[in-house]
Every structure is written in C-alpha cells, then in structure tokens.
C-alpha cells in the first residue's frame, strides 16, 4: 500500500512538472520500481558472501569465565545466576539417567541436550513464563527453567497414567499448558510458522514467542515461510536457532553454503543476532534485547546461537560413524559451557567445590527418585486410546470402545489389568 | 452391515499357543534348506544391481550416503558409487522430491528415500501434483520415471506422528504406482521393477519388515529378477475365505490363516503386493471360489484400500457369490498412541482376523 502511493506521488510529480520531467536523465531519478527500494548503478558485480563479512559472533563471557567488556555485564542478581547454573547441571544428570535408562530398556527413546546448556538457560532467563515458546525437541532446559517438575518430565517419558499427554507422545515431547510451552511435534519446522502466527495473535499484548529451531529444519520450507510471514505480518517473535553443527550426520557445511543462519535475517528484512550459544550471559543479552524490540516494534527477531551437539543426535544414533572423538571431546572439554559458567561464579565467590558436590549429589537424588517414581506407576487407562480424537466422541468410536470394554471384561485373566489404571 | 471393522482385542494366551504350535509344525515341512534373506538386504541388493545396470539410476534423501540411510537400506552404496549417485540432501523434503522430479524429467533415474513417508508429507505436491501428473499434462511427452521409496505404516513405540499409512494416501491419486510389499522376494522383484518402470512410482516399505528374513530362491537372487508391478500373489491358497492384505497385515493373516486351519477353516491370503494398480481379478477368482471376503489393512478404515476392494466387490458379478457381507479388518479409527500396549491394541491383531473368520462362517 505505503509503496504504490508512493509510486503514484511521484508519477504525479513528474506530470505536473513535464518540462523538468522531459529534461532529466532517467538515471538521475532514483529507481521506482514497487519490488525494492535502491539505487542505479553502472558496474555490473555480484553480490554474494564476498559483498559482506560475516556476522560477528556476540560474547560476553571469555573461556574463563571473565567479563570481556564490563559494560556488557548483564548485572544479575545471584539467585538467577545460581538458578541458571543450577539449572544447566541438573539438565546434565537428567540427560545422563534418561539417556541410560533407554540404553537399559526401560523407556523407548531418547535425546540429550549435552553442550547446549548455555543456549536453553541463557535464552529462558531473559523471558517470563508468560511469553509463548515452540521447541523442536532439544530445549528441556527452557522448561525446566519455567519449573517444569522431575517428575512431570519422567511421566512424559514414560507414558504413564500421570503424564499430561495421556502416553499419546513419544519421550522428549514435552508440552506444558501452564508454562506455555506447547507440544513438540515430531515433523521438523512445523513449529517455525505456527510461532509466527501464535505471535501475531499476540501483537500488542506485551508478549513475545520464542521459537527454537535447528540449523538442520531451517533447510524446511516452513523455515522460509515462518521468517517470510513474520516480516510482513511484523510478528512479535523470536525466531532462537540452535547451530549445533549438525543434524543427525550431516554437518552444517552441507546443510547450507550461506553465512549461516543468521546470514539469512537481513534478506527477509528481520534484525538479526549471532551470538555465542555457550556463553549463558551473551544468550541472556541477546534474548532481552530481541525480546524489547520485538514488543516496542512489533517486529521478529532472528538469533542464531553458535554451538555444537556434544550426544548423540537420539539415542537411535551412534555419531562416532560420522564424527571423530577428538572434535568432541574439544567441544565437551575446552569448550565447555557449564564449566565455563561455573568460572565465572567461582571468580565472583558465588560457587565452590562443596556446594558443587552437594547440589550435585541432591540433583541425582530428585532425578532419581522421580524416575522410579514414574516406572512404578500405572499405564493410562486403555480406553484413553479412543477419547481426544474429536471434542464429542462420535458413535463409531463409542461402538468400538464398548466392544474392548466388553471383550476385555471376559478375558480379563488374559489381559494384565492390574498394570493400567482404572 | 458389511463395513464392519475391526474390533481392537489383544492376542489371548489360547491363540499364542496355537501359533506356535503351527509354526512349529510348518517349519518342519516347507523349504527346510532354502536361503534366506532379509528385507533390507533385498531391497539394498536390488537398489546395487539397478545403479550398476543403469548410470542414470541414483539416490537422494536425508542421511543416504555416509550414514548409509536411517534404516540402513542404502548400505555401502555410497562408498561403491560415490557422491554423483548417492547424495546426502539437506532437510528439505519437498526440495529433494522436486529436485528428483526434475531429474527424472532431464532424463535421470531418480531413487527418492524418504527417511519416513510421515516426512513425505511435506512433499506431497511435488509427488501427486508434478510427478503424478506431468506425463499426462504434457501429452506424453515428458516421462517422470522416479521411485519415491522409505518405510511407511505404523512402526513401534514413535506415537502418532511417525505411525500411520499411506497406502490409501497414494493408490489414489491416477498418475502414480504404488507398491506394498511383503517379503523379500517381493522387495527385491518389485524394487527392481519399479526403478525400470517409465512411470513413477511409490514404494511404501515396512519398517518393522526390514530386519525379517524369509526364504529366498536362486531365481529371486538373478540379476533379472523382476515381479510385474499390479500383479497380486496368493501366499497362501485355501477354500473357504479369502483374505487380501498388504505389507505386514499379510503376515497378520497368515498368522490367522494358520490358526483357522486347526479349526477346520481353510483361509487363502493374498498378498497384495501393487496397491495401484489393484489385482482385481485375483482378488474376484479367489471370491468366486471361497465366497467369503476379508480384507487386513493396518490403515485407517475410511476410504482405505480394505474400502476400495469391498467396493469394487459390490460392484461386480463377484457380489453374488458372496454367503456373507465383506468385513474390514483395520487399524483402529484414532491415530496412533504412543503407550505400547495402546499401540499394539490399535492395530490388527491375529485374533482380531480369527474373530472375523468365525462370524463369516458362523463358528464359535
Ligand atoms: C519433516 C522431517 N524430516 C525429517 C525428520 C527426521 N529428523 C529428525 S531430527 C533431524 C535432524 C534435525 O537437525 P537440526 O534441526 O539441526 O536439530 P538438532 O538435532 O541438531 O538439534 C531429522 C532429519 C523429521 N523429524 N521431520
Ligand atoms: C501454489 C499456488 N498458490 C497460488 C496460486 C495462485 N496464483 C497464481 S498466480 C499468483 C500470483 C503470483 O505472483 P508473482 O509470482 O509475483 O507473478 P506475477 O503474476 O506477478 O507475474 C497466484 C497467487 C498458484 N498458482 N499456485
Ligand atoms: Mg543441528
């Protein structure tokens, strides 16, 4: 609309005034054309990675846990920090009890977040429980910062008559009404789009959505669409990408030849941070300011946080045929964004070895309590299997369930009912 | 009503014995010293010769190359034809689908894996609109000759996203051929076929199939080995009921088929083998001659190929020589839970085909 009167006005312009428009040369106006506001020129060069350098990575933190630049220091109080950490190690110990227990059987899947601590936590300190987020899959740290419970995410793993999704999920596709945080979806990037919209929704509300997506489902269409409809639309939405440098096997190098992910944003038109997605505090700045510019102007914002998948992709995966050993180990080691935060509480007194070693111990001890917790309890009631496929249970589906009820009733010495709840 | 489908019951103890006791007794008769081959190996081994018979055969998808496919069907192919002809594409379904049917129209011989055919929804534009139509719309003047190809159905233990059947999906849509297979035998013939075939076609594998072996002759293990695609198999012949099935539903069947035949019930199982096109006439001499009909499906029952075949049942002279309304056999009509109880229970079980069997023919 803006663009065509525009045009208009300056057709207008031209006739009102057709001596000067007669006289001047057609370079000398600046280019009308509806499609893109820019100037002529006479040189014929590509543009392409060369035109530009690419985007800086954002830091705050170095590698030893000191403040780079002390102006950037996000000043936060010492109980955020300690929830932070607290937080990023406790994903740790549930990541290492789940991702056992399915090695030993006892649920069916599972995917650890190891390395990506920093870009959870870091992300979900900057916004309240009252902005909306869409995750791919590897963000349990944003939900345990919003205070999910153990023993909800042990429910969800094990299908049991406790969980919220009724078993209806596979592991790891958490969804909590209350935190807002909706339901994973296992297709790849559905999320990106529906964030947009979500966002849209809630244009004018004081309140952002956050959607975490992997450097592998940007290369979905819906990652095109999502960044596309939310420029124009002017969603309130932070688009979080997480390059971990892979997806399953296949590494960023063969994923895209751009500047990344980041290097994308300004083409849609969409402001855009690369920060280092280790770096808790560089994550936090970033996500506050997106988070403010995103509701003063109404805009999406695009990160793209740097960081490396130290797990596997899943527990159906073995990276070792892909990757080597040492690439990993540099990034579980040197790289290390746990222990690069706990330097910098240590540097400012705020954590120590003996507080490490109990909290530790007690993380180990809630996890492992609330995942006993959960494999004693009882499988959601069979008859859940017809209910939630429509808001009124249609006739078919109510035929079918008294012909189970009944069936199961008469062989109920076959069946092990005692393992389902009533 | 002759749409009747199936009632979800869980196997009982009583035909878990009888299974076993059948198998044992089957194991000692047939094929003791056959080869054997499973269906991941069929399927790997037809993909090897087609690539090494045809230059313009190559593959493409998610994971296909160095990772040797999340299933490992495309195992050392990569390492044996290198990057031109094995290529690891980044996540974009519809992108690689499109890509495949522009090389196909280009003259190439497209294998398109699909990590799910959950994943191929993404690209089902290019699949029904570009593949399955540009033949026609172009006069036959450009042939799309492609093989979209990956496991479909319900898997195990992956819920409601990664579970369902597209079988239905695709046999409808004019333009494409679709293939189900059973065996290896099937996978090989079939697979092999469908690369050589000017059309193109979708090739819906079953997950759970890929590591089960079954009996392989030398005949199936030529290099020239091929089944005609629309071509249905009877698996297993019998006079008193007919049951058509497809994928993993044939096993189910012949699980039945077993079961019913130590109560006096000789069942003859087809196995479908082409979804699109549909054996028709196969599927009408077997109901001439049983006069019973059953079809077993893991799909959704609504417009599903059990449906189609009833259908077209209803349609022909074949109707008059059914005793009995058809009955359908299917997944339940809820999409898939993810609890392994609930999920065994939504599909059709063995007992649920004995069930239908009795009421066609009356027995308790
Ligand atoms: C549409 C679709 N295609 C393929 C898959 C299979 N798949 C699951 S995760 C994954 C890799 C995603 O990588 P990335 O986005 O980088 O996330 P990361 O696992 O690194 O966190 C793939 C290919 C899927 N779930 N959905
Ligand atoms: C997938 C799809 N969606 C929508 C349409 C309907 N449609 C036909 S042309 C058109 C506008 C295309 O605009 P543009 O690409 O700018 O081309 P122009 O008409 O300006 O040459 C639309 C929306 C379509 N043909 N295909
Ligand atoms: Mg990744």
């Excluded at chain 2, 045809?54 to 190359?65: K, W």
Aim: net charge neutral.
């Amino acid at each position: 609309m803006a663009l065509s009167k525009n045009v208009c006005v300056l057709f207008k312009r031209c006739f009102q005034n057709k001596l000067s428009f007669k006289y001047l040369s057609t370079h000398s106006q600046p280019p009308i054309f509806p499609g893109a506001k820019a100037e002529w020129t006479q040189k014929l060069e590509f543009t392409g990675t060369h035109s530009y350098s690419p985007l800086p990575i954002y830091q705050v933190l170095d590698q030893q846990g000191q403040i780079i630049d002390a102006s950037e220091d996000p000043k936060l109080n010492s109980n955020i920090l300690e929830k932070m950490y607290k937080d990023m190690t406790l994903l740790n110990v549930l990541d290492k009890i789940l991702y056992e227990s399915q090695r030993q059987g006892r649920i069916s899947f599972y995917m650890t977040n190891y390395g990506e601590e920093a870009a959870h936590i870091g992300s979900a300190a900057a916004l309240t429980t009252n902005d909306v987020v869409y995750g791919q899959y590897r963000e349990v740290g944003v939900l345990l910062w919003r205070g999910f419970t153990l023993p909800e995410l042990m429910n969800q793993c094990y299908g049991n008559a406790e969980d919220k999704g009724k078993g209806r999920q596979m592991p790891v596709h958490y969804g909590s009404k209350n935190l807002n945080f909706v339901t994973i979806s296992s297709p790849l990037t559905t999320q990106m789009p529906q964030a947009a919209g979500a966002a849209y929704a809630l244009k004018g509300k004081n309140r952002v959505v956050i959607c975490y997506f992997g450097e592998g489902a940007a290369s979905e269409g819906d990652a095109h669409a999502a960044l596309n409809f939310a420029a124009t639309l002017d969603c309130p939405v932070i688009f979080f990408c997480r390059n971990n440098g892979y997806a399953i096997s296949t590494p960023a190098n063969e994923q895209y030849r751009g500047d990344g992910i980041g290097g994308r944003g300004p083409g849609y038109g969409i402001n855009t941070l690369r920060v280092d997605g280790n770096d808790p505090l560089a994550v936090y700045n970033a996500t506050r300011k997106a988070k403010e510019y995103a509701i003063t102007e109404s805009k999406p914002v695009l990160i793209e946080a740097m960081t490396y998948r130290v797990g596997h992709h899943s527990t159906s995966d073995d990276s070792s045929a892909y990757r080597s050993k040492e690439e990993v180990d540099h990034w579980s080691t040197n790289q290390n964004p746990v222990n690069r935060f706990r330097m910098y509480l240590q540097n400012n007194n705020l954590w120590n070895d003996e507080l490490e070693k109990k909290w530790l111990a007690e993380a180990r001890k809630n996890v492992i309590s609330a995942f006993e917790e959960a494999e004693k309890r009882p499988k959601p009631n069979w008859s859940e299997m017809f209910k939630d496929v429509y808001e009124t249970m249609p006739d078919y589906l109510v035929k079918q369930m008294e012909s189970m009820q009944k069936h199961v009733e008469q062989y109920k010495e076959h069946y092990p009912v005692k393992n389902y709840s009533k | 009503m002759a749409t009747l489908s199936s009632t979800p019951t869980m196997l009982n103890l009583a035909s878990k014995a009888s299974k076993l006791l059948s198998k044992r007794l089957f194991s000692t008769t047939k094929v003791a010293t056959a080869k054997q081959m499973t269906v991941r190996d069929a399927l790997n081994s037809a993909l090897d010769e087609e690539m090494e018979k045809d230059e313009r055969v190559f593959i493409l998808g998610e994971e296909v190359a160095l990772y040797d496919g999340a299933y490992k069907v495309t195992r050392g192919l990569w390492k044996k034809y290198g990057d031109k002809r094995v290529i690891d594409t980044p996540i974009t379904e519809m992108g690689f689908a499109g890509v495949a049917v522009g090389a196909a129209m280009a003259g190439l011989k497209p294998v398109c894996e699909f990590m799910t055919f959950n994943f191929a929804m993404q690209a089902i534009d290019q699949i029904i609109n570009s593949a399955g139509k540009t033949f026609y719309m172009s006069a036959g003047r450009v042939n799309v000759p492609i093989v979209f190809r990956g496991p479909n159905g319900a898997a195990a233990g992956v819920g409601a996203q990664h579970s369902q059947c597209y079988g239905a999906w695709y046999a409808h849509c004019p333009g494409l051929k679709v293939i189900s297979p059973y065996t290896s035998e099937d996978a090989r013939g079939l697979l092999k076929a469908a690369i050589r075939d000017p059309d193109p076609v979708v090739f819906l594998e079953n997950e759970l199939l890929y590591g089960v072996q079954y009996p392989i002759s030398d005949e199936v293990l030529s290099k020239d080995f091929v089944l005609p695609i629309g071509k249905a198999k009877i698996e297993r012949p019998g006079k008193h009921i007919t049951i058509v099935a497809h994928s993993k539903a044939v096993e189910t069947s012949l699980e039945a088929a077993k079961e019913l035949a130590g109560k006096g019930i000789e069942v003859e199982v087809i196995n479908l083998r082409s979804l699109r096109p549909l054996d028709f006439n196969t599927i009408t001499a077997s109901v001439v001659k049983t006069n019973h009909l059953i079809s077993v499906e893991q799909g959704w029952p609504t417009c599903g190929i059990g449906a189609e075949i009833l259908a077209r049942i209803m349609e022909s002279e074949a109707f008059y020589h059914l005793d009995q309304p058809a009955i359908r056999v299917t997944g339940v009509d809820t999409p898939m839970p993810y609890t392994k109880s609930l999920e065994g229970a939504a599909l059709p079980q063995v007992a649920d085909v004995v069930k239908a069997a009795k009421k066609l023919m009356k027995v308790k």
